[in-house]
């Protein structure tokens, strides 16, 4: 029964294509379930794809260690070299930093992506910034609150935007990057 009197065109085309899938051999319940999919697939937006926890806990590694630079200087942004595909994640000048993330209390192995991670730049110097996070229900560390936190304090939020993008975080608010929170 259509309970909507201005939906009653939209409910008889669904209710044909109900009826044609029958007629063409379906089970009543088949037709409808998948008539009815089909229709709210045209409305919901596709679930997103599922982004592993270590590129989330590594997104907020890095967004942490920015937003702390964002504090000291609005165009520290332009340090973040990570998304795109430096040897380190943040350089200035000769120095650069590596951030890496555990997910384990008390874990002191960081894995490395290659010896040259661990190089220093020439006549620099290169520090590793190691935090350990803790996956939790209810967290304030999350790619959502960082990333918006610091596109507040970038002094060019659409460049920032766009280092992101290059990770493939399009959008900082984006279920698919935020399945997971953490405490520090």
Known sequence: ????????????ELGHEILSRIEAGASCADAARSTIEEFRSLLVRPSASHVPLSRVAGLVGELLLLNR??????????????????????SSGPNSLEVKVSLSKGRTKITVNGFDQLERPAGGSL?????EL???????????????????????????????SALGCEDVSDPSWNHTVFRL
Do not use: N, Y
């Open 1 to 12: 029964t259509c309970m909507a009197q201005e939906l009653e065109k939209v409910f008889a």
């Open 127 to 131: 520090h590793l910034l190691h935090f």
């Open 69 to 90: 630079l964002l504090d000291r200087d609005p165009a520290a942004w332009k340090c973040w070299r990570g998304p795109a595909g430096d040897r380190h994640d943040f």
């Open 134 to 164: 803790e996956a939790v229900g209810s967290g304030m560390l999350s790619v959502d609150a960082l990333g918006t936190a610091s596109l507040g304090k970038a002094s060019e939020p659409e460049k920032l935007r766009q280092l992101l």
